[in-house]
C-alpha cells in the first residue's frame, strides 16, 4: 500500500499520516484477531477516560487491515531524551505523572494482567519447568488490583505536543491490574537501554507514589520472565539475571 508520510516503519506494522490522522497498517500476514483485539482494547482505554488519541476506524484497504485513530502532533520522548539529556531528569518526571494518571484509571472489562502474565510465563520454553513453578508461584501471592496498566509504557510510546503535553500511544498490551507491575515492566525497558536511567525513574515514581521500591522490584523476575516469551536475543542475558534473583531488599 502507497501513503507518502510514514511515521513509523516496523516490520509487521507501519504507521503514517493521511489527512491528519495517524492509520497504523498491518503486513498482510497479521493475525485479524490481533488487529481486532488492538482496536478493541485501545477503544476500552478510550472508555475508561484515559486521555488517548481517539480510535476512528478499523478498515481493509487493499487487502491490510489498518487502525485509524487522531494523530497527535509532536515528538516521542524517547527522541526528545535522546536530543536533551540534561533534561532527562524533568522527563522522567513528566513519564511518571503520566503513568500515575493511568494508574488512576480502571476498565472492569479489560485482561487482567495477572492472567496476561501466567499465560506468558507458560508458554515460555527457555525456562525449566522448577524455574516456571518458582516464578508462577512468586506471581500468585502478589496482590490483585484493576488500575489501568499501559502494558509497555516507555519513551517511544509517549508523544510530547508543542505545547508540552504527554500523550501515551499503543495500547494493545493495556490491561487491568497491579500498578507495580507496570512500573516494573517500565524499569526494565529502560534498563535494557541505560541502567542508571531506569534506576532514576524508579526513585522518582517511589517518591511520588509513596511505594516501596521493594514492592515493585518483586516484580522483576515475573516481568522479566513474560519478557522473555519476546525471543529477543540481545535481551536474554540481563532477563536471565532478573529472573534469578529471588528478593529485592
Ligand atoms: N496517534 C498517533 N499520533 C502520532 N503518532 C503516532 C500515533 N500512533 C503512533 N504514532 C507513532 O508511531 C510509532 C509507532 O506506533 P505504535 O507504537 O502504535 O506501534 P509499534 O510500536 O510499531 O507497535 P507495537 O509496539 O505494538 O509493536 C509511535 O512510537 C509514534 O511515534
Ligand atoms: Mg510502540
Given at each position: 500500500?502507497?501513503?507518502?508520510?510514514?511515521?513509523?516503519?516496523?516490520?509487521?506494522?507501519?504507521?503514517?499520516?493521511?489527512?491528519?490522522?495517524?492509520?497504523?497498517?498491518?503486513?498482510?500476514?497479521?493475525?485479524?484477531?490481533?488487529?481486532?483485539?488492538?482496536?478493541?482494547?485501545?477503544?476500552?482505554?478510550?472508555?475508561?477516560?484515559?486521555?488517548?488519541?481517539?480510535?476512528?476506524?478499523?478498515?481493509?484497504?487493499?487487502?491490510?487491515?489498518?487502525?485509524?485513530?487522531?494523530?497527535?502532533?509532536?515528538?516521542?520522548?524517547?527522541?526528545?531524551?535522546?536530543?536533551?539529556?540534561?533534561?532527562?531528569?524533568?522527563?522522567?518526571?513528566?513519564?511518571?505523572?503520566?503513568?500515575?494518571?493511568?494508574?488512576?484509571?480502571?476498565?472492569?472489562?479489560?485482561?487482567?494482567?495477572?492472567?496476561?502474565l501466567i499465560?506468558?510465563?507458560?508458554?515460555?520454553?527457555?525456562?525449566?519447568?522448577?524455574?516456571?513453578?518458582?516464578?508462577?508461584?512468586?506471581?500468585?501471592?502478589?496482590h490483585e488490583?484493576?488500575?489501568?496498566?499501559?502494558?509497555?509504557?516507555?519513551?517511544?510510546?509517549?508523544?510530547?505536543?508543542?505545547?508540552?503535553?504527554?500523550?501515551?500511544?499503543?495500547?494493545?498490551?493495556?490491561?487491568?491490574?497491579?500498578?507495580?507491575?507496570?512500573?516494573?515492566?517500565?524499569?526494565?525497558?529502560?534498563?535494557?537501554?541505560?541502567?542508571?536511567?531506569?534506576?532514576?525513574?524508579?526513585?522518582?515514581?517511589?517518591?511520588?507514589?509513596?511505594?516501596?521500591?521493594?514492592?515493585?522490584?518483586n516484580w522483576?523476575?515475573?516481568?522479566?520472565?513474560?519478557?522473555?516469551?519476546?525471543?529477543?536475543?540481545?535481551?536474554?542475558?540481563?532477563?536471565?539475571?532478573?529472573?534469578?534473583?529471588?528478593?529485592?531488599?
Open positions: 500500500m502507497k501513503f507518502d508520510n510514514c511515521i513509523s516503519k516496523g516490520k509487521l506494522k507501519s504507521v503514517y499520516l493521511k489527512d491528519g490522522k495517524a492509520i497504523k497498517v498491518f503486513d498482510k500476514k497479521y493475525n485479524k484477531s490481533d488487529v481486532l483485539y488492538e482496536a478493541l482494547n485501545t477503544s476500552r482505554v478510550e472508555d475508561a477516560k484515559a486521555d488517548v488519541p481517539k480510535l476512528l476506524s478499523v478498515d481493509v484497504i487493499d487487502g491490510q487491515w489498518c487502525i485509524t485513530s487522531e494523530y497527535v502532533e509532536g515528538s516521542t520522548l524517547a527522541e526528545l531524551m535522546k536530543a536533551h539529556p540534561k533534561k532527562m531528569d524533568t522527563y522522567l518526571q513528566q513519564m511518571v505523572d503520566l503513568q500515575l494518571s493511568i494508574h488512576s484509571k480502571r476498565n472492569p472489562l479489560m485482561i487482567r494482567l495477572k492472567d496476561k499465560r506468558q510465563i507458560n508458554d515460555l520454553d527457555c525456562i525449566d519447568s522448577t524455574k516456571k513453578y518458582e516464578i508462577l508461584t512468586r506471581l500468585n501471592g502478589m488490583h484493576s488500575k489501568l496498566c499501559h502494558g509497555d509504557f516507555s519513551p517511544e510510546n509517549i508523544i510530547v505536543t508543542k505545547s508540552g503535553k504527554l500523550v501515551a500511544v499503543d495500547w494493545v498490551h493495556a490491561t487491568q491490574g497491579n500498578a507495580s507491575a507496570d512500573v516494573a515492566r517500565t524499569y526494565l525497558l529502560l534498563a535494557l537501554n541505560d541502567i542508571a536511567v531506569a534506576d532514576r525513574y524508579l526513585d522518582i515514581f517511589c517518591a511520588k507514589s509513596g511505594t516501596a521500591k521493594n514492592y515493585v522490584q522483576l523476575p515475573i516481568v522479566a520472565a513474560a519478557q522473555l516469551d519476546k525471543k529477543r536475543p540481545e535481551e536474554k542475558e540481563l532477563l536471565t539475571k532478573w529472573i534469578d534473583v529471588v528478593n529485592f531488599e
